[in-house]
């Protein structure tokens, strides 16, 4: 499915605003090597959702910003669905995340 830029745009505010309204956003940043994670998903370091706000959303602005290539696929939800245990975070951060999948699918 094509996909501009301002879509993938609208879906990251979608995602921040599913974050910070179910109280998984946070002020405070991670230590560096939690950053620097080499695991999938940082989970060595961080939980799920603080790897979307530390890691994910920077990541794919960057990409935004500065015209890299988006990546073809992403594989948030099923990882969404495995790590978000609280059912208001699932009702409010999974559909997002099942929508990030779409737009990204080949």
């Known amino acids: 499915m094509p996909r501009s830029l301002i879509e993938v745009e609208a879906q990251l505010q979608q995602l ?4 910070q309204h ?3 956003w946070s002020t405070q940043w991670p230590k560096q090597e939690a ?12 939980r799920f ?3 979307l706000q530390f890691i994910f ?3 794919l602005r960057e990409h935004l910003n500065t015209n890299k290539p988006l990546p073809n696929a992403m594989g948030l939800h099923p990882m ?6 609280d059912p208001l975070s699932r009702v409010s951060i999974l559909p997002v995340l ?4 779409l737009i990204f699918k080949v």
């Open 57 to 59: 959303i920077p990541k």
């Open 22 to 24: 179910v109280g998984c």
């Open 98 to 101: 099942a929508q990030i999948d």
């Open 35 to 46: 950053l620097l994670s080499s695991a999938p998903f940082a989970c060595d370091h961080l």
């Open 80 to 85: 969404g669905e495995q790590c978000i245990l």
């Open 49 to 51: 959702e603080q790897w």
């Open 16 to 19: 921040e605003h599913a974050l």
